[in-house]
């Protein structure tokens, strides 16, 4: 027996009597409170309460305001221990074994909510512990509701009752080893809220006999069809059947319920095909009722033709595949003939995220994610859309209930530390990657990620791992070259070495300047680059030829331009003595000189707002360019355009932009670097115009997105690769204002001793 001595149980209810005695019941079956107290209107003839429960008469509670009243002003009165324990008809105790003293060290504890701003998430009120310090706190008349009371305490008031009275409110992880409610931890909590989660605390049988005792209003309420939907989701079919002709009654001709009926009634009537604690028959190991069977994927025996466990099985073979339309197909279908399929809702929500369809996305996987809460695969899918949403806290809340259920899902522990990137979160990043790897050594996307959370925290080692991108193809790199062996060595004196542009434009012109670094040590180095580039890399020093990509020139051996660093062992947070290494031709900046004209008073600036819209970042790291127009409606300034392609279109759509001088419309390098030779500054996003006219040795200032990419580190307006550039952070994901605002003042004292040369 659990002793509370220092714990007042409460409930309020003037509505659901036998209901509500039903949770005390429960809350005493292994505890015993200092006092418990039932405040209620009239107790009906036939409900019995434990031994021990006192009842208090109080006013009806015809509505939740007068619930909420109760609850913020009047519960003081019937206090005389420490703490109360507030419970509900659908919230109470449901494991004594996770009580810990550390609850009682708080002056509110309830179920986190995570759509709530941070610091405002604990949380929900229906099963909550409440200090008496909290209730006489609440007597202010400063205090007054805001929506629910819980609302009241712990969103609108919290700042203040933790300032003016030192309140404690719990930590989320606790709140979540307390109770939960919308947002399901991992383990057993103390307790729980909402008629929706019945069908994780309730057995089945229970469920259907309490149907019964619902009234109208409860048959009618939104929980009681979201219980329905999660019980036939759950193959509880026996307890969906009830919920459902309870349903009807209340709402005739509901739709949803007349098709769950009709579903489960068959499924009662065929009962199940494989039995519930037999193995499951798909070789997991698990019990069927824990596996396909609460899935909703049926048993893996041949099912006829149009049936929802056959089509799920060739949505997701089409899904593996990568034919998604024909996969929604099959899913579609599935859900049109059994609406509480969880699978095929599941994993038309994946879908939706992969198109970012996020609308149609979240409502499927956080319902399927409620129905199943045991599914680590699901709360790893529920984080990828809220990642994709930029709601990284939440992603990351999802990422941990899945690998609080499966420690060594990898899937979870790799998405978990990009979030935690998101955030800036790199050295908690890098131990999530990690513990990926422990698992699985050879997962080289992984490895890869573990190099740009090391590489942005200074790390040298981080170069061994960003070797990971040659065994990752969709990032560009290869893993040979026919013929000629990979360069492992700094001996290279008499020996020609081919050295292989295999990233990005921006990586080849930042990593360049290594080419001279083995001509120092005696080799002749030959650079395979893209034509658009192979001008501006025959300047660099130390490089004999640039050839064609398809060229094969005879060579001792080769190696990646982006392996270069790692092989003479470099910083990862640059090298500014190399600057300038890029150059542009001479005679093209005199040309552009001449198309310039004659020099005014007003600054020359140039403006790249958007990348390749192919990275996999480049949602956060390109600029709208409307987001830019305050600076290009500045008078002291001539904008001219480095943007080439991409991005180009929203010209016509800013206005502000028709102050941008356009001065050639192709995509030549070349050109850009003789136009930014003349100009006093160049403004741009984190793209290969950045890197050009930092390796020119030119004024840049660069625009970086909250999470920035390694070579840019994690703070700070300087940079060691480019000693000519300033780095403008954003401080919110995907918030420019601040960004074009510090620009802003930052050109009130324009960069005049950078001018052009």
Request: proline share 6%.
């Given at each position: 027996m659990l002793e509370l001595p220092d714990v007042t149980l409460v409930c309020a209810d003037t509505l659901n009597?036998?209901?509500?005695?039903?949770?005390?019941?429960?809350?005493?079956?292994?505890?015993?409170?200092?006092?418990?107290?039932?405040?209620?209107?009239?107790?009906?003839?036939?409900?019995?309460?434990?031994?021990g429960v006192e009842t208090r008469e109080i006013a009806p509670l015809a509505s939740r305001e007068a619930y909420s009243t109760l609850m913020l002003k009047g519960l003081a009165r019937h206090l005389e221990s420490s703490h109360a324990l507030v419970v509900q008809w659908d919230g109470y105790v449901v494991n004594p074994d996770a009580w810990t003293g550390e609850f009682l060290a708080c002056d509110y504890i309830g179920a986190p909510w995570p759509w709530g701003p941070e610091g405002s998430r604990v949380g929900n009120g229906g099963f909550s512990l409440r200090s008496r310090r909290l209730l006489d706190a609440l007597a202010d008349p400063r205090v007054v509701l805001q929506g629910n009371e819980d609302e009241t305490i712990g969103v609108h008031q919290r700042g203040w009752l933790e300032a003016r009275h030192?309140?404690?409110?719990?930590?989320?992880?606790?709140?979540?080893?307390?109770?939960?409610?919308?947002?399901?931890?991992?383990?057993?909590?103390?307790?729980?809220?909402?008629?929706?989660?019945?069908?994780?605390?309730?057995?089945?049988?229970?469920?259907?006999?309490?149907?019964?005792?619902?009234?109208?209003?409860?048959?009618?309420?939104?929980?009681?069809?979201?219980?329905?939907?999660?019980?036939?989701?759950?193959?509880?079919?026996?307890?969906?059947?009830?919920?459902?002709?309870?349903?009807?009654?209340?709402?005739?001709?509901?739709?949803?319920?007349?098709?769950?009926?009709?579903?489960?009634?068959?499924?009662?009537?065929?009962?199940?095909?494989?039995?519930?604690?037999?193995?499951c028959p798909c070789g997991s190991g698990k019990r069927y009722k824990q596996c396909h069977g609460a899935l909703g994927a049926g048993s893996g025996a041949a099912p006829p033709a149009r049936d929802p466990a056959a089509l799920v099985r060739a949505g997701?073979?089409?899904?593996?595949?990568?034919?998604?339309?024909?996969?929604?197909?099959?899913?579609?279908?599935?859900?049109?003939?059994?609406?509480?399929?969880?699978?095929?809702?599941?994993?038309?929500?994946?879908?939706?995220?992969?198109?970012?369809?996020?609308?149609?996305?979240?409502?499927?996987?956080?319902?399927?994610?409620?129905?199943?809460?045991?599914?680590?695969?699901?709360?790893?899918?529920?984080?990828?859309?809220?990642?994709?949403?930029?709601?990284?806290?939440?992603?990351?809340?999802?990422?941990?209930?899945?690998?609080a259920l499966a420690p060594d899902h990898t899937g979870a522990l790799n998405n978990l530390g990009l979030a935690l990137q998101e955030?800036?979160?790199?050295?908690?990043?890098?131990?999530?990657?990690?513990?990926?790897?422990?698992?699985?050594?050879?997962?080289?996307?992984?490895?890869?990620n573990l190099a740009m959370a090391r590489l942005s925290l200074g790390d040298r080692g981080g170069w061994r791992d960003y070797e990971a991108r040659l065994s990752v193809p969709e990032l560009g790199g290869r893993a040979a070259d026919p013929g000629m062996p990979r360069l492992d060595t700094l001996d290279v004196r008499g020996r020609t070495i081919l050295v292989e542009s295999e990233q990005g434009l921006g990586d080849t012109f930042q990593f360049a300047r290594y080419a001279s670094a083995l001509a120092a040590r005696g080799a002749r180095v030959v650079v395979r680059a893209p034509p658009s580039v192979r001008g501006l890399l025959r300047t660099v020093p130390g490089v004999d030829e640039v050839v064609a990509p398809d060229a094969r020139p005879r060579c001792d051996a080769w190696l990646p331009l982006a392996s270069l660093p790692g092989l003479l062992g470099v910083s990862p947070s640059g090298d500014p003595d190399a600057i300038p290494y890029l150059h542009a031709d001479p005679t093209l900046v005199s040309m552009v000189r001449s198309e310039l004209g004659e020099r005014r008073a007003r600054l020359r600036a140039g403006l790249a707002w958007a990348g390749n819209p192919a990275h996999t970042n480049d949602r956060r790291r390109s600029c709208p360019l409307a987001a830019l127009a305050p600076l290009l409606a500045r008078t002291d300034v001539d904008w001219y355009s480095l943007q080439r392609g991409d991005g180009e279109d929203q010209i016509a759509h800013v206005p502000a932009a028709s102050r941008l001088h356009l001065l050639d419309a192709r995509n030549d390098f070349d050109r850009k670097a003789a136009l930014i030779e003349n100009l006093d500054l160049v403004v741009s996003v984190d793209t290969s115009i950045a890197h050009l006219a930092g390796a020119l040795g030119r004024p840049v200032w660069i625009l970086l997105p909250c999470a920035a990419d390694w070579r840019w580190g994690v703070a700070g307006a300087a940079t060691g690769w480019y000693p000519t550039a300033t780095l403008f952070r954003q401080r919110v994901v995907g918030d420019w204002t601040p960004v074009v605002a510090d620009v802003m003042r930052a050109l009130d004292d324009p960069p005049r001793k950078h001018s052009a040369r």
């Open positions: 009597h036998a209901l509500a005695a039903r949770a005390i019941a429960r809350c005493c079956e292994r505890i015993r409170y200092g006092r418990a107290l039932f405040l209620t209107d009239a107790l009906p003839a036939g409900i019995a309460l434990p031994p030192g309140l404690r409110f719990a930590s989320e992880t606790l709140a979540s080893r307390f109770s939960f409610e919308v947002a399901y931890p991992v383990g057993r909590p103390f307790g729980f809220h909402g008629l929706f989660n019945f069908c994780r605390t309730v057995p089945e049988d229970e469920i259907a006999a309490l149907t019964a005792t619902f009234s109208d209003a409860i048959a009618r309420s939104p929980q009681m069809l979201s219980l329905m939907r999660n019980c036939a989701a759950l193959g509880q079919s026996r307890a969906a059947l009830a919920l459902a002709s309870r349903i009807l009654p209340a709402e005739p001709r509901h739709p949803e319920a007349e098709r769950v009926r009709a579903d489960a009634d068959r499924a009662v009537a065929r009962g199940p095909v494989v039995g519930r604690n037999d193995p997701a073979e089409s899904h593996r595949a990568g034919r998604l339309d024909e996969a929604e197909r099959a899913y579609r279908e599935a859900l049109a003939l059994a609406p509480g399929n969880a699978l095929a809702d599941h994993y038309l929500g994946v879908i939706a995220t992969h198109r970012r369809n996020l609308g149609e996305a979240m409502p499927r996987l956080e319902r399927t994610v409620a129905a199943h809460p045991d599914e680590p695969e699901f709360h790893v899918h529920l984080g990828l859309a809220y990642a994709a949403s930029d709601r990284f806290d939440d992603a990351i809340a999802c990422y941990r209930r899945a690998l955030q800036n979160r790199r050295e908690e990043a890098a131990d999530a990657y990690r513990r990926a790897l422990a698992v699985d050594p050879d997962a080289h996307r992984i490895r890869w």
